[in-house]
């Protein structure tokens, strides 16, 4: 019985209670935090800070340094199948001018 | 009813009399709610200061469906809650970096909340009765907060929680046991 009239007590605490006052000038400081959030600055910098912009740009920047690596290493395959054709087409030049200069040689 | 009309479409024009107006109109129950769910004065200051922004932001999406305190109270509801759970978020952060060795700041408990608009001899209960509410659903008690701390009526309640007058019933009627629970709990185990 005592402890049901406690909780009784205790549930009925809020009877009577009265509004609580907010600070006096909260028109003021509202003011000066909508002019705060109007600031370019303000703003775009609360955009970066979301971490899902920050996650997006971190991800892009990833992806693209993987392209990029990926790319480079394809460019680098093709470059060296290029020289080797290369290579290849001056030997034989080499080879052509060789046996050229022998039968020159053999002619005279 | 007029007057709300003329004064929700000079604030829609950016009014800025017509803002302070509301400003001054509303900012005791503003601040009344925010500080009934997070409990301490100085983040109620800063929420009821971000839910009059917002109502200056958003006055547009304002549909003049419901009055313009019923919107209010939704917007003042909606911010503390997610004060709130940021708050709990933050915590349990702490905690998981605690363990990692990482000497962040320790969180100590904060003292018993005392409304200052609680009378004297009822004080202590009532501190009580707020720690007991801290652990009801958010449905119960925001329900129970707009309908004890700010006395509005179950229909009222209800036009901000955008439901129906039986439902807030039985929200009410689940707080309340769920209260009693709490605190039959609480008082076995301090006897």
Known sequence: MKEQ???????????????????????????????????????????????????????SVITVNVYLIIDANSKQKAETVTMAGTESDILQNENFILASNTSYDFNK | ???????????????????????????????????????????AEDIAQEVFVQVFQSIHSFKGESKLSTWIYRI????????????KRKKRFGFVRSIFGDDSQVVVNPPDFQHPGI???????????????DQLPENQRIAF???????????????????????IESLLHRAKNNLRKILEKDYRSRT
């Open chain 2, 1 to 43: 009813m007029l007057k709300e009309e003329i004064l929700v479409q000079e604030l829609r024009q950016g009014n800025e009399a017509a803002f302070k107006e509301v400003v001054d109109s509303y900012q005791n129950m503003v601040y009344n709610t925010c500080l009934a769910i997070v409990k301490n004065e100085e983040d």
């Open chain 2, 76 to 87: 003042a509801t909606t911010k503390s809650l997610d004060f709130e759970r940021k708050k």
């Open chain 2, 119 to 133: 009378v004297l001899d009822k004080k202590e209960n009532a501190a009580i009765l707020f720690k007991a509410i």
């Open chain 1, 5 to 59: 009239d406690h909780i009784e007590s205790i549930l009925n605490s809020f009877d009577g209670i009265q509004r609580a006052e907010s600070r006096p000038f909260m028109y003021t400081r509202v003011r000066a935090r909508l002019n705060e959030e109007s600031n370019f600055w303000t703003r775009t910098s609360s955009i970066i800070a979301k971490p899902v912009v920050a996650i997006c740009c971190l991800v």
């Open chain 2, 145 to 167: 907060i707009l309908n004890k701390v700010e006395g509005l009526s179950y229909q009222e309640v209800s036009e901000v929680l955008e439901t129906s007058v039986s439902s």
